[in-house]
């Protein structure tokens, strides 16, 4: 679609809640995480509250608006990158 805007463009509803995330651009990605067709965001949730020592990461996996998984982290990352691994058949040495 030639001219299209790079933006994502999401509709609600008033009623549901909305997701909240702290990150940066590198840490985001789309990816087909369970191989079923559907492409999930996957962020780094940032949280810089005062209240906590130090800074703290959760990746987290969207499904549209809907949270499915969050996993903390051990550290701040810097980015996230999405690698897809495919099996091809083995060969025999030799």
Sequence with gaps: MAGAPNWLHV???DESPR????TLSSC???SDV???G??????AD???DDAAEEPSATLKVFRGLKLKQEQPLP?????IESLV???????DAG
């Design 46 to 48: 940032i949280s810089l």
């Design 34 to 36: 369970q191989c079923d």
């Design 85 to 91: 691994h495919r099996r091809v058949g083995t060969q």
């Design 11 to 13: 509709d609600t509803e």
């Design 38 to 43: 559907y492409v999930r965001l996957l962020a």
């Design 75 to 79: 550290g701040i990352p810097t980015a």
């Design 19 to 22: 997701p909240q995330l702290t």
């Design 28 to 30: 985001m990605a789309l």
